[in-house]
Nanobody
Framework: QVQLVESGGGLVQPGGSLRLSCAASGSGFNIYAMGWYRQAPGKQRELVAAITSGGSTTYADSVKGRFTISRDNAKNTVYLQMNSLKPEATAVYYC??????????????????WGQGTQVTVSS
């Protein structure tokens, strides 16, 4: 059983930065594929970034070059550094964990393990 707790959301002006954190409980974090998703009002949840157990990363086109996902296995934590934020980034951000046994796989959106979400608001 994995429990995920996100933190780091808040209100930021356009062009600003935030770093989100997602702390995982339990053992085996180093084998989990981890992802960050977001859901804006009236829209479907979408993948923002993901990282495999081996450290490979993937990003949505809309955030490439501005967002960075990383993980610290010693702290059981995955991060999302968000720079040059735009108003359209306003959403609730969720992390997920996938204890996949497939080597270097990205997390499945159907995994059972999700955090409660953290609100990010980009506004002047």
């Amino acid at each position: 059983q994995v429990q995920l707790v996100e933190s780091g959301g808040g209100l930021v002006q356009p062009g600003g930065s935030l770093r989100l954190s997602c702390a995982a409980s339990g053992s085996g974090f180093n084998i989990y594929a981890m992802g960050w998703y977001r859901q804006a009002p009236g829209k479907q949840r979408e993948l923002v970034a993901a990282i495999t157990s081996g450290g490979s990363t993937t990003y949505a086109d809309s955030v490439k070059g501005r967002f960075t996902i990383s993980r610290d296995n010693a702290k059981n934590t995955v991060y999302l550094q968000m720079n040059s934020l735009k108003p359209e980034a306003t959403a609730v951000y969720y992390c997920n964990a996938d204890p996949t046994t497939v080597v270097d796989a990205y997390p499945s959106p159907t995994t059972d393990y999700w955090g409660q979400g953290t609100q990010v608001t980009v506004s002047s």
